[in-house]
Nanobody, 124 residues
């Protein structure tokens, strides 16, 4: 099973940008679709973005479409989430996830591995 470690979170003003990284170990991520989820205080964990094994397909939650970009580097075993035009409602703990199936990730399908999360706080 692949182990995932997120980094890059922090405090940023509204309108600012952050880049989250997910470093994988134990197994290559090339066999997984990869995704990002987030959980705000008092709310359920929600889908943010996903990317297919070969990067040909990406999917985003409507709330982040046009502002966030997911990418991956299978050679470096990393996944990135570039977040622009951040809003206070983007405040959450962001989690990296690995799944064998891209198409069900958005709907809460099977997730094989989760990272421990990285906190993002967007101030108004």
């Amino acid at each position: 099973q692949v182990q995932l470690v997120e980094s890059g979170g922090g405090l940023v003003q509204a309108g600012g940008s952050l880049r989250l990284s997910c470093a994988a170990s134990g197994r290559t991520i090339s066999t997984y679709a990869m995704g990002w989820f987030r959980q705000a205080p008092g709310k359920e964990r929600e889908f943010v973005a996903a990317i297919s094994r070969g990067s040909s397909i990406t999917d985003y939650a409507d709330s982040v479409k046009g502002r966030f970009t997911i990418s991956r580097d299978n050679a470096k075993n990393t996944v990135l989430l570039k977040m622009n035009s951040l809003k206070p409602e983007d405040t959450a703990v962001y989690y990296c996830a690995a799944s064998p199936i891209l198409t069900t990730m958005k709907a809460g399908g099977r997730i094989d591995s989760w990272g421990q999360g990285t906190q993002v706080i967007v101030s108004s």
